[in-house]
């Protein structure tokens, strides 16, 4: 069992930044992927950008070029890093741990979530 707990949503203005982190617990493995999805209102969950512990990366198109994922291995930690951000990134942010790395949210553990909110 692995649980996985986020931290660092809140409120910005439209232009403004935020870092997210996600800090695991249990039973991790040092190879699990780990990465972050999120979910709007009356949307699908979907992808923000995922990570392999050996640093192989895939950003959604929607977020390239604005936000980063890391990770520190040694504290089971995945990290965002937002910036530019707009309203369409409104959501609440997820983030997810598998043995296996993919582009849907099928992963085999996930957080409860931590809101984002962008005003223009």
């Known amino acids: 069992q692995v649980q996985l707990v986020e931290s660092g949503g809140g409120l910005v203005q439209a232009g403004g930044s935020l870092r997210l982190s996600c800090a695991a617990s249990?039973?991790?493995?040092?190879?699990?992927?780990m990465g972050w999805f999120r979910q709007a209102p009356g949307k699908e969950r979907e992808l923000v950008a995922v990570?392999?512990?050996?640093?192989?990366?895939i950003h959604a198109v929607s977020v390239k070029g604005r936000f980063t994922i890391s990770r520190d291995n040694a504290k089971n930690t995945v990290y965002l890093q937002m910036n530019s951000l707009k309203p369409e990134d409104t959501a609440v942010y997820y983030c997810?741990?598998?043995?296996?790395?993919?582009?849907?949210?099928?992963?085999?553990?996930w957080g409860q979530g931590t809101q984002v909110t962008v005003s223009s």
């Open positions: 990570r392999t512990s050996g640093g192989a990366a």
């Open positions: 249990g039973r991790t493995s040092m190879s699990y992927a």
């Open positions: 997810a741990a598998g043995a296996r790395l993919s582009t849907v949210p099928n992963y085999d553990y």
